[in-house]
């Protein structure tokens, strides 16, 4: 192998967050869930710094930095109409100096992360309703035809998550231990699942609590496949706990647990979540702490991945809030 074939496939950081992020205690939570004062903490990846923050930062740092290092001018990324990981995409094209290709689903409406997506100065190609295949096979033809124009575009994968995507939250993991060695468990949303995969690493399998929320079919042998990757060592996917009851009628629905976990986190903590990703993340932990797999005396961490944006963008969410009373 050339010294610049093992560039390419070296991984490459970009600086693009706030590090480290707050850990902060959530005793108002903590008691209403029948725990103790101290037992639950918020890591809040919601504070990251870029674009509105939100865990696809520290994702971003390596998958956009190895692009740039192979001489992308140009990344190209996949994901649903209310995307993070576009919004976020959108935000590390501007501070690197590239431009950034988004290829969603559904269609434009001026609102939340879409309407960030235009303000970052993202091209946008919609593609209706596709599947996943689809949508990958949209992009790839995206790219090929700016690779016809003379451009250099690297594709960015779906939610950022791949084996170099997922150092990112390896690193994290190591950061978290850093500032509180005794965590327990760790509750996190899973979509595409670098997130996971990469805590999963840091921490160990039996302390990362991941709550599916609809992003593929089946998370578990992504999460599995990049943690194995990233640690060189086998994982596999019965190994996980992720927690699949909270999926509703499907990817991005507010259910009744969800509108709780929602109401409750603001009305306890003040703290804001999104109701596609970390709501349901909440509502999992919500469901742990009442059946008691998540008991008094043992410290739970509660990593907020961001995603307000998606909150101002969905109707349904927005309409469900506005109609209920405060207590």
């Known amino acids: 192998m050339t010294t610049a074939e093992r560039q390419e496939q070296t991984p490459t950081r970009a600086r693009l967050g706030s590090w480290p992020t707050p850990l902060e205690p959530a005793p108002r939570l903590s008691a209403a869930l029948g725990l103790d004062p101290d037992d639950l903490w918020i890591k809040h990846d919601d504070l990251s710094g870029l674009g509105g923050g939100g865990n696809k930062v520290r994702k971003l740092e390596w998958t956009a ?63 209706g309703d596709v599947t996943e295949d689809g949508l990958a096979a949209r992009a790839e033809g995206v790219a090929s035809d700016l690779a016809a124009d003379g451009r250099s575009p690297v594709l960015i994968p779906f939610g950022g998550s791949s084996s170099v995507g997922a150092i990112g939250y390896r690193d994290a993991g190591t950061e978290l231990l850093g500032q509180d060695p005794s965590v327990g468990r760790v509750v996190v949303a899973v979509g595409s699942g670098g997130t996971m995969a990469g805590l999963v690493v840091a921490l160990g399998a039996e302390r990362v609590l991941g709550v599916d929320t609809g992003a593929m079919a089946d998370p578990a ?49 003040g703290v804001v979540l999104d109701p596609t990703y970390t709501a349901r993340a909440m509502a999992g932990l919500i469901r742990a702490a009442r059946s008691g797999e998540i008991r008094a005396g043992s410290r739970t961490v509660f990593w907020h991945t961001g995603g307000l944006p998606g909150l101002l963008g969905h109707r349904d969410a927005l309409d469900r809030i506005m109609g209920t009373t405060t207590p």
Request: charged share 20%.
């Open 221 to 269: 042998p992504a999460v599995a496949r990049m943690a194995s990757e990233l640690s060189g060592r086998r994982l596999d996917a019965q190994d996980l706990l992720i927690d699949r009851s909270l999926l509703g009628p499907g990817y991005g629905s507010v259910t009744d647990e969800v509108l709780e976990a929602l109401q409750l986190a603001a009305r306890t903590e």
């Open 65 to 127: 930095g190895t692009a740039l290092a192979r001489g992308a001018d140009v990344l190209v990324t996949t994901g649903a109409a209310q995307s993070n990981h576009a919004r976020l995409t959108a935000a590390a094209g501007a501070k690197l100096g590239v431009d950034v290709v988004l290829v969603l689903t559904g269609s434009p409406e001026p609102l939340g992360n879409i309407a960030l997506d235009a303000l970052l100065g993202a091209t946008v190609h919609w593609c």
